[in-house]
């Protein structure tokens, strides 16, 4: 399908209503909805590997067998996803090659039947191997073909955005680049190394100072004083811990909650340097109810986790140069541990400060690793631990994910109870297979896997009725979803001097600096509905809207038209050389904002949108 040039001056005068500001009358058509989606119906993806971890491709839906709480359930819709649908994909054409800050929708690309998300974590990584996780990340997407749908999300005191889904791996490496991207943040709620260190000098400066009071008595320091600041250190160190799992749950259903506004399945590659045990492992009773909460949340929204420990294969810190052994150990057997025949208890006998060290680090890494490895199979991921080649992970990860199985069935008990439901997929016998799939789902409308309805059939609803309190084009104006490209169109922005009219609006703790940026569309005349009627003139109404926003998905500016076509015959012929020209402008904030634009037809229902960084914008303050 053609796309059209811009920047046909004559047009201005042909098409005076330009971008003519929205009126009160509400828009009475709505997006029709071809989708309907059965609440009671739950999807699960399943991944079929040998005992090689090849993939096991060409089963037939009678291979399948499944149980819900160890009933027989029938199978209502089954679908084969294969990798050559990648293949098939990127041989359907190559991405348009547009001029400086032109930016397009079209992509010859079909929508791919799994997306990825890549899911940077600040949080709960610490800052010195942040930028090998963000290095490994830009080289993965140097070496990302065409075709592969990623986002990219980080993860801190807050969910942020760098990129929403895109085909293009420039677009990607793009965002990851940004100046702004590369830096690593400060895991102010992570205990690191050195802290602990700190902390461990500080108490040998107390054991001195106690060993020196019967000379010193003005150093004395008692027991009972080292004892006290080690309890505060470990309260600390607790609720340190306690809240940043709180922000990180919180995150993970930020997360779930805008993947499930979309169809298909998600993969979320989660890199990061501390998997939280407390929260996905056994001992998770200060946080009871919110954990399942979660996995409901990315249950429904058909949410495969795919747990990546950044650290790799790593030396045990206790052989390391900076590693403190407590001070209050001084006898070997302190250090080594009890020889044979003693208890640990006996006087001046320890459970070995060098060897209980190495057990302790041992048993939390071994921990952190179960914790993966169960995330990983409630939804139906892979995780991966004790490997260094961290873009190598990122491509097992697509290349696992990319033949799976989409099977539907309709749960014979159909009391919606709120009680957890086990899930139990077989292939044949059952020994010559491994299945990666989620394992189970609480019994509720909102939380069936696959089940939950995306925003734009919840709008559609909506719509239908209240057909005069809606919005068509709003349901996909959400920051960072897919694209639409039933209407298609180029956008060409660039930045300018001239302040926008009263149309364009930004919140007022807002106002200030400001870059001004001027939007001219260029849309695809055979995506309308411009019909001739008897008197020879075309015409149609489109919703226009500009949205700006920030990393984590707030609105800082927008500016919504409605823009009346009426085109007379002798005229005609030029739009279909040309396009509708259209043109606005917009206020960003100085910094690091997108530009989300959308147009909605009245009179064929169709929608097209593109995001587009300001920083992708060349010449802008963003960019540089």
């Known amino acids: 399908m053609k796309l059209f040039n811009m920047g046909v001056a004559a047009l201005a005068a042909i098409f005076a209503t330009a971008l003519v500001a929205q009126t009160n009358d509400a828009a009475t058509n709505i997006p029709e909805t071809t989708l309907k989606v059965n609440s009671r119906a739950v999807l699960v993806d399943v991944i079929v590997t040998d005992r090689n971890g090849n993939p096991v491709r060409g089963l037939k839906q009678e291979d399948f067998r499944v149980r819900e709480q160890g009933n027989p359930q029938t ?109 690593s943040e400060p895991a102010v709620l992570l205990q690191s190394q050195e802290e602990s260190h700190a902390q461990g000098a500080v108490i040998e400066m107390m054991v001195e100072m106690e060993a020196a009071g019967s000379n010193q008595t003005a150093l004395a320091v008692s027991p009972q004083t080292i004892a006290a600041f080690q309890q505060f250190m470990q309260e600390t160190r607790y609720a340190q811990d306690s809240d940043r799992e709180y922000r990180t749950l919180q995150n993970l259903n930020q ?49 495969a986790i ?91 990860v697509t290349d696992h994910s990319a033949d799976f199985y989409t099977i539907s069935y309709s749960p014979s008990d159909t009391k919606m109870d709120g009680t ?55 349901p996909f104006m959400v920051f960072g979803m897919p694209q639409s490209e039933q209407i298609l169109y180029k956008t060409r922005i660039q930045e300018t001097n001239a302040k926008p009219d009263g149309s364009a609006t930004a919140k007022p703790s807002l106002q200030g600096p400001m870059d001004h940026y001027s939007v001219d569309f260029a849309l695809d005349l055979d995506d309308l509905n411009l019909k001739p009627d008897p008197d020879g003139l075309r015409k149609d109404t489109l919703n226009v809207s500009m949205i700006v926003y920030d990393k984590y998905g707030q609105i800082t500016g927008r500016a919504d038209h409605l823009v009346k076509l009426e085109i007379k015959p002798d005229v005609y012929p030029i739009f279909q050389k040309t396009g509708v020209q259209l043109h606005g402008q917009i206020d960003a904030p100085k910094g690091q904002y997108w530009l989300r634009t959308g147009v909605y037809d009245e009179t064929s229902h169709k929608v097209g949108t593109l995001e587009v960084p300001f920083s992708a914008v060349k010449g802008s303050i963003a960019s540089k």
């Open 420 to 474: 957890y439901r086990k899930i139990e997929v077989r292939v044949g016998d059952g020994e010559h297979y491994i299945l990666s799939y989620r394992h189970e789902y609480v019994a509720r409308d909102e939380d069936l896997p696959g089940a939950a309805q995306t925003k734009q059939d919840q709008a559609a609803q909506h719509a239908s009725q209240n057909p005069t309190q809606i919005d068509p084009l709003e």
């Open 75 to 183: 199978i209502t819709y089954f679908e084969e996803h294969d990798r050559d649908f990648l293949a098939r994909r990127r041989q359907n054409g190559e991405l348009p090659q547009l001029p400086p800050n032109v930016f397009s929708n079209f992509s010859p690309l079909p929508t791919p039947p799994a997306v990825n998300v890549l899911l940077l974590d600040a949080l709960n990584t610490p800052m010195n191997d942040q930028m090998y996780l963000k290095k490994a990340a830009q080289h993965y997407l140097k070496t990302l073909k065409p075709g592969t749908r990623l986002a990219i999300f980080t993860m801190s005191m807050r969910l942020s955005f760098i990129q929403g889904f895109s085909d293009d791996p420039a677009v990607l490496a793009r965002a990851m680049g940004y100046r702004k991207n590369d830096k």
């Open 255 to 303: 997360l779930a909650a805008f993947l499930g506004s979309f169809p298909g399945r998600k993969n979320v590659i989660w890199m990061s340097g501390a998997f939280p045990v407390e929260l996905f492992g056994q001992t998770a009773n200060r946080f009871d109810g919110s954990i399942d909460k979660t996995i409901n949340l990315l249950s429904a929204a058909r949410v």
């Open 306 to 396: 795919y747990p990546v420990d950044v650290r790799g294969a790593t030396v045990p810190r206790s052989y390391t140069a900076e590693n403190a052994l407590d001070p209050t150990m001084t006898s070997a057997p302190q250090l080594l541990g009890p020889p044979p025949g003693v208890t640990a208890d006996a006087p001046n006998i320890g459970t070995g400060g060098l060897a209980g060290g190495l057990q302790d680090e041992s048993q939390a890494k071994n921990s952190s690793n179960s914790t993966m490895d169960m995330l990983a199979g409630e939804t139906g991921g892979k995780a991966f631990h004790d490997q260094n080649d961290l873009s190598g992970i990122i491509s097992k």
